[in-house]
């Protein structure tokens, strides 16, 4: 088992007596991993991230980095950094100075802050800047030398609340790549927010999912997005088909729903332990899409439709189909078939959705917290 850098134990933070911006959080992050806390705004993500980094005390609960309780130490007795969203570069100072600064404070020699400050330039790619002032860089060089700077001091552990928040869509998707492989070549423990799903995809080893001052589910990116265990999770991350259904048997290792329009589906036994009433979902690419009455192998799962709209998207197609005058679903196909004439599949015409029993996932209800701390 790798080291355990950073842990929360129960951890609560209410702001006054009617907020609670952390509701008891248990949290373990491995030493050396990108860690994500991801969810909408409000949720307690950088409340969450101000307690580690020590900027705001716990209302109740313990935190602990590299196996001290930090609970109680401030910021800079926490070997610990932090790069914000405004970079907050000091802008009198070259680049130089800015990423030498916590070295200055520490009273390290001359000579051994300009061998450090150009291999941190080197690592985030930005030799020959030295004598620039910040007003001189563009958004995501200044957030660069932000990374920079925070890394010289070689914390345990680094946080960043929304670093790329403020750069153009092309941009951040570019620092992303960026980002792990700096992470990785420095191997400090990264805890990231973010509240941009693909973003945390594309970069953590591992992502807790927040919603209203705790986590939903916690687990790498596939496991997260390819079995999602609530409702909130399901939707927050990527696109989910939702079907409400009652268990009706077993067959071999997996369990029968019925869902919508009395159809029956299969789910891998184990994902519905034994309860009766059930939500099950599937991704809209794993869907595909046959003309109606058209043969399927017998073991795919499988729902009868209409299309009530049919939308090119660039790398895919989107279909909306209609199941049983009860529910919507979304299909993505890839355009690798599409035709000159247009999309395969017309709005009006009468469809089948086949899709492996093993896509199928189901939502546990009333779990969330620390449940999913396994991961
Ligand atoms: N100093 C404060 N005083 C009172 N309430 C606060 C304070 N700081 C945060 N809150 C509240 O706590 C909750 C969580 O806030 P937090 O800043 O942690 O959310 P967040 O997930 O970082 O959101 P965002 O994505 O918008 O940055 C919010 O309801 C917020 O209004
Ligand atoms: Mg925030």
């Known amino acids: 088992m790798p080291e355990i850098d950073v842990r929360l134990v129960d951890v609560t933070k209410r702001f006054g007596p009617d907020v609670v911006a952390v509701d008891h959080i248990n949290l373990e992050v491995r030493d050396g991993e990108f860690f994500s806390l991801l969810g909408p705004s409000g949720c307690g993500k950088t409340t969450t991230l101000r307690m580690i980094g020590g900027f705001e005390e716990p209302t109740s609960g313990l935190i602990e980095l590299q196996g001290q309780d930090v609970t109680w130490l401030p910021p800079y007795r926490r070997n610990v950094n932090t790069v914000f969203q405004n970079y907050a570069l000091f802008p009198h100072l070259s680049i130089y100075e800015n990423v030498a600064f916590g070295l200055r404070r520490r009273k390290v020699p001359d000579q051994e802050v300009r061998r450090r400050v150009s291999e941190m330039l080197e690592l985030v790619e930005l030799p020959g800047y030295e004598k620039r002032r910040p007003s001189q860089l563009?958004?995501?060089?200044?957030?660069?030398?932000?990374?920079?700077?925070?890394?010289?001091?070689?914390?345990?552990?680094?946080?960043?609340?929304?670093?790329?928040?403020?750069?153009?869509?092309?941009?951040?998707?570019?620092?992303?790549?960026?980002?792990?492989?700096?992470?990785?070549?420095?191997?400090?423990?990264?805890?990231?927010?973010?509240?941009?799903?693909?973003?945390?995809?594309?970069?953590?080893?591992?992502?807790?999912?927040?919603?209203?001052?705790?986590?939903?589910?916690?687990?790498?990116?596939?496991?997260?997005?390819?079995?999602?265990?609530?409702?909130?999770?399901?939707?927050?991350?990527?696109?989910?088909?939702?079907?409400?259904?009652?268990?009706?048997?077993?067959?071999?290792?997996?369990?029968?729903?019925?869902?919508?329009?009395?159809?029956?589906?299969?789910?891998?036994?184990?994902?519905?332990?034994?309860?009766?009433?059930?939500?099950?979902?599937?991704?809209?690419?794993?869907?595909?899409?046959?003309?109606?009455?058209?043969?399927?192998?017998?073991?795919?799962?499988?729902?009868?439709?209409?299309?009530?709209?049919?939308?090119?998207?660039?790398?895919?197609?989107?279909?909306?189909?209609?199941?049983?005058?009860?529910?919507?679903?979304?299909?993505?196909?890839?355009?690798?078939?599409?035709?000159?004439?247009?999309?395969?599949?017309?709005?009006?015409?009468?469809?089948?959705?086949?899709?492996?029993?093993e896509h199928t996932f189901v939502i546990h209800e009333g779990t969330g917290g620390d449940a999913g701390n396994a991961g």
Request: charged share 25%; aromatic share 4%; net charge neutral.
């Open 138 to 357: 563009s958004g995501g060089q200044a957030q660069r030398v932000a990374l920079a700077r925070a890394l010289i001091n070689r914390p345990a552990v680094l946080l960043l609340d929304e670093p790329l928040g403020a750069l153009d869509l092309k941009l951040r998707k570019q620092m992303q790549i960026e980002l792990k492989r700096i992470q990785q070549e420095v191997g400090i423990t990264f805890i990231y927010v973010t509240h941009d799903q693909e973003e945390a995809m594309t970069m953590s080893d591992r992502i807790a999912v927040m919603n209203r001052g705790h986590y939903e589910q916690l687990g790498t990116p596939e496991e997260l997005y390819e079995r999602p265990t609530t409702r909130f999770v399901a939707g927050f991350l990527g696109v989910s088909n939702m079907l409400r259904g009652e268990r009706l048997g077993e067959d071999g290792g997996y369990a029968v729903v019925q869902v919508v329009g009395g159809a029956r589906v299969r789910v891998p036994r184990e994902r519905l332990n034994g309860r009766a009433a059930v939500e099950v979902g599937v991704r809209p690419e794993k869907i595909r899409l046959l003309s109606a009455g058209a043969p399927a192998a017998e073991q795919l799962n499988r729902l009868d439709g209409r299309i009530l709209d049919a939308s090119y998207m660039g790398v895919s197609t989107q279909y909306i189909v209609r199941v049983a005058d009860e529910a919507n679903l979304t299909v993505y196909e890839q355009n690798v078939e599409r035709t000159e004439e247009g999309s395969l599949h017309r709005p009006g015409e009468m469809v089948s959705l086949a899709w492996t029993p």
